[in-house]
């Protein structure tokens, strides 16, 4: 058994941003920040638990809430708004998180039937 993970979930609205290479960095809490660089992760929608795609991992820095900045919303693949949004909804009592970096190895035969629709949209 492996002392780091070896998967990873996102909301099924983000599948897409992740496939076309829009979205290479994650913003988590502690809880979910035990990630090792240059490790392969598996990439799971949280809704369905479908997998979508192999990622890299590349970085795992420390980030405090009120430094998240535009590079950080381009790297999303959001507006800055609309993350700043999301990320006070997901964590809204978190002052320090973690921005995880990542890139896209492959897509599965699968990732086409990924829905797009989210219980937590950015807006």
């Known amino acids: 058994m492996a002392d780091y993970?070896?998967?990873i979930t996102f909301f099924e609205w983000l599948a897409p941003l992740i496939l076309s290479g829009d979205k290479h960095?994650?913003?988590r809490d502690y809880a979910e920040?035990?990630?090792r660089p240059g490790t392969r992760v598996t990439a799971y929608t949280l809704e369905t638990?479908?997998?979508?795609?192999e990622i890299e991992i590349l970085t795992v820095e420390p980030l405090f809430i009120e430094d998240i900045n535009e590079q950080h919303a381009q790297q999303e693949g959001l507006a800055l708004e609309?993350?700043?949004?999301?990320?006070?909804?997901i964590y809204p009592d978190q002052h320090q998180l973690f921005v995880i970096?990542?890139?896209l190895l492959e897509q599965p035969t699968t990732a086409e039937s990924v829905e797009t629709t989210a219980p937590i949209s950015p807006n």
């Open 82 to 89: 609309q993350l700043q949004g999301l990320i006070r909804r």
């Open 33 to 35: 920040s035990h990630y």
């Open 25 to 27: 960095i994650t913003i």
């Open 49 to 53: 638990h479908q997998a979508f795609a």
């Open 101 to 103: 970096r990542f890139r």
């Open 5 to 7: 993970p070896e998967s």
